[in-house]
């Protein structure tokens, strides 16, 4: 996935049409994304192509024309996402409030997801080892 700046979504539309991108897992068109909206959320046509070109604008969706069609697909993960914005949240927290937030998180999960998340962090600190100095 490629680097964006820009990675707040401004409403609970513009996160409920990447969900469905992020679901589809390939680029959609614009009556692929509408039809895996959630039904409260499932607009007409041409307010989910304002979402998905206001999305590309932003440079979060890649657009792609093919023959009348165009194509959108996201360029930054569900992760990433969801990385970036607990990032931002907690960027002007202080040491101890960052802490005590991710722990908090971390306390909150399922059985066998803490060991998942043990080995994603064995894996982050290897490639931070293996980094040229």
């Known amino acids: 996935m490629a ?3 820009a990675v707040q979504l401004q409403g609970e539309l513009q996160l409920e049409v990447m ?28 307010t989910v192509q304002t979402i998905l070109n206001r999305l590309a604008e ?12 165009i194509f ?7 992760a990433e996402y969801y990385s970036r914005s607990v990032r931002e949240a907690l ?3 202080s040491a101890d409030a960052r802490r005590t ?3 908090q998180l971390v306390g909150d999960m399922a ?3 803490l060991d998942e998340i043990e080995a994603l962090a064995r894996e982050v600190a290897q490639r931070r080892d293996e980094r040229p100095a």
């Open 3 to 5: 680097r964006v700046s």
């Open 19 to 46: 969900r469905a991108l992020w679901r589809l897992g390939q680029a959609s068109s614009v009556e692929d994304v509408r039809s895996s909206l959630p039904a409260r959320q499932r607009g007409a046509y041409n």
């Open 58 to 69: 932003r440079g979060l969706l890649a657009r792609d024309r093919q023959g009348k069609a």
């Open 72 to 78: 959108y697909e996201p360029r930054i993960s569900e």
């Open 91 to 93: 960027a002007e927290a």
């Open 101 to 103: 937030a991710l722990a």
């Open 111 to 113: 059985p066998g997801e």
